[in-house]
């Protein structure tokens, strides 16, 4: 947890709790425009100690309730969770109503702790009365700190620790009480040509005599202070401790860096391509210099817990520049191709390089964590709500490649690194030390950093060009290992379909099922698409006397035109057509007006436009209709107005939520468009959209099931819980596969086809290889753990995309020349009026000519259909 506390003395304690009863600490000062990210919460204040459980003798109280056993033995509690909601409970007898629960614990399971709390006034226990903490889930011991805000005369503490089956070791358990420091440092301002202003906030009812930098100052009651603080140095880079200090309470302190947009006079010069790199000559910082303004700077270069090095001399005129410190090294230079390189070696963790690019934003990427379009702050509450809205300095496991980066008006300034196991750091605007413009950093011992400068927004820079550079200079990661032969594979998919995911009820299959839960199929009819994936791996069309449309994520509608429903498909496709076009708006947009619109600073979205858009255009390319191409090019105009994909998971996630499904929707209707047009700028537009979808793919790996497995969004469901940052949902990922692999058709920027596969590999990875959910593919996957989560869904998307790698026959063929268009279950190719279909001999199939004529076919292997009405 990003909390701490302090543990007073027994004097100390009773002279605080005196101030406590005058303060009444309130729960916020109300009437404020959202702020900037606190990158230091505000502090939970430890008291005394009120009961304590160290299990040296039992289990001094402790009762398993819930889907868990426990036993005290050699000073440890050890809990055996068997199931999902495992929980104990014990009593407990104390007045107080601002507490605090410490744990210290290890464990390998999954999901998040809680302690939920019972008293005199509320029996039992309830979802509003409890506080959530996020497990580690390493093996390792941890100490967590678990605030809990109460209606005092607590009777009974209950520990949910975890959502798993698995071993739990408590080692001890301590209630204390306590309450949230009435004073925080809210933020510090530094106007220009002025003195720094640190802003103190009080949340008491009654104002503090206090001292910030020894200096005395009134903090007035539930109100903000700003008070000027003098720098000990001089300008343009500034190390400014702030330290705040009020009688019977622990201090608060603060360290920043501060820098102020000027040169010094003793600065280094070197030339690179395009950008003139100013060093100071104490190695303190390094201006980097546009056609003569200053558009980012390296401030500090490092330091160590807020010093700066002491520097040997230094070779004025040596490239690349060598400093040399007690216990630390940095190397400033440049690779063959011009860009910046740093190197720095340390004795000691040091931060460096602090990279500040200036302007207003247009574009941020923190890769897996954040990712910004113009003017959006990032730690922002938009896409999460909870405390971990909170990412500037996020787990590193949850950085899917080493890559962040800035586009602002002035400039494009990306970071690259190689060691997966640094500390990135990223705030937009800087939160962090609120000096001007945005702010990334690593932090670590041996940090190995390349930077890419270039233009800004305004001079054309783009987010996806830092992107493609960063993925051309790492390379693709290698393909994960297939895990079972290909035969093994689709045996293993129809063990699925035969066993968790049929549905004996209806003779057909289910989307996805919840262990106790099933997610049933509209008006119980069984889902072509399952139905499509069965007659793919075995050539025989699953016996059901009725089809509903869909039930995959990647639509495939073979089993109609195999079992003769080519008229039904035809109506349904044109029915949805028709609906599309008629909700349309005139500039080509669709508009969203639900639950999920919070957060969003408008009512549409380029994922929200993006589904339309390629269904119309499905529905054009089967059928050649122009209405629906028409429509769907001018969505395609509307969408050109946005910069980042968002906006397509709006049963669960807001609107605003960065997406990859909304990357691969934006891939597959701009692929379509120009297979259907023919006009370039579709083309590169597709190419644009899938590269905004590779952040959201892991290219590195410290497990064995890592690489190329896909986040699904930078939020969280209902903004609250899960958090999906860090957490794999690769059916997400297998779409975003299937539109690379139309795209690759047509581009060969990257490798497109290594993306999907990769990705398909990871899916095939992550089905459940046996037990209940055989051959299922999970929700989500747990990376450290290597643990599924359910909802389990049916594997058809894995097998359409296993039959595309693999050149074989997937889903619908459509083949079209000046005068005909053809549907097929199978390639099918036109010439001189006559279509030939490659087809199992004997298999009788449908195909569509024109968008209306349906053709029965009884296949010698291959057949020729004569294309003009008879």
Known sequence: MRCFGFVLGPISYLRWVALLLLWIVLPGVGGRAEELPNPHPRAFVLGESLQRWDFADGLQGWDAVNDCTIEAREGLLHITSRGVDPYLVT?????????????????????????????????????????????????????????????????????????????IQVDWIELLAGAYHPLEIVRVETPEAQPARVVVRNHGSASVQATVNDQPV?????????????????????????????????PIERRLWSYRMSGAADELVRELPGIAVHVASDGSYARLVRDGEEVAALAPLAHIDGELPNWESLEPDAWPLDFTGEGIRLTLGSTEDGQLAIQIDSEHEVEGPVVRPFGGLEQGLLSGVEYLGRGEQSSSRRDIETEDHLRFEPDPMHVTMPLMAFVTDRTSVAMLWEDTELQPTF??????????????????RRIDVTLRVADGWTAGGRLEDAILWAVQRRGLPPLPEVPRTREAQMELSLAAYRGRAYDPETGGWFHAVLPGVRSMPDRGAPFGDCASAIFRMTGEMPPVDRLQLGGAHVRNSTSFLVSGRARQWLQIIDGQAAQLRRTQLPDGSYRYDGKYLRGHFEDTASGHCARPAFVLLEHARYTGNQESLD??????????????????????????????????????????????????????????????????????????????????????TNWQRPVWIGLPVQWCGTVYAHALLMLAAHDDTLDWRQVAEGILISGEQQQYPDGPSQGMLPDAFQLETQMRFPYDIHPGVLVQLRLQIEGRPAGLAVAADETHRVVSPFPVELHEGRATIQAPEGLTYQIIVDGQRVVDVTSQGEDGVLLSDP
Do not use: C
């Not at 302690?115 to 390792?140: C, E, I, P, V, Y």
């Not at 009974?156 to 975890?162: I, K, N, S, T």
């Not at 209707?669 to 597709?686: I, K, P, Q, W």
């Open 91 to 167: 009593g407990v007898d104390t007045e107080h109503s601002e507490l605090a629960v410490r744990i210290r614990m290890r464990l390998k399971t999954r999901g998040e702790g809680q302690f939920f709390w019972a008293s005199q006034k509320s029996r039992g226990f309830a979802a509003d009365r409890q506080s959530t903490f996020t497990l580690h889930h390493d093996d390792r011991w941890h100490e967590y700190t678990v605030p809990l805000s109460t209606d005092g005369g607590l009777t009974a503490l209950r520990l949910d620790p975890g959502m798993a089956e698995g071993h």
């Open 218 to 250: 009134v903090l007035a009651a539930a109100d903000d202070t700003p008070v000027p603080v003098t720098a000990p140095q001089q300008p343009p880079l500034v190390s400014l401790p702030v330290r705040v200090s009020a009688e019977g309470l622990p």
């Open 427 to 444: 705030a937009a605007p800087d939160f962090i030390d609120y000096a001007p413009g945005h702010r990334m950093s690593l932090k670590g």
């Open 631 to 716: 429509a769907a090019l001018r969505t395609l105009e509307f969408i050109r107005r946005f910069r980042t994909p968002r906006g397509s998971q709006t049963w669960e996630i807001s609107l605003h939520t960065p997406d990859v499904l909304a990357s691969a929707q934006l891939v597959w209707a701009h692929v379509r468009a120009y297979e259907l047009t023919g006009e370039a700028s579709y083309r590169e537009a597709a190419r644009r959209w899938a590269l905004t979808g590779l952040p959201f793919v892991y290219q590195w790996s410290n497990q064995p099931i890592m690489a190329y497995s896909t986040i699904a969004v930078y939020g969280a």
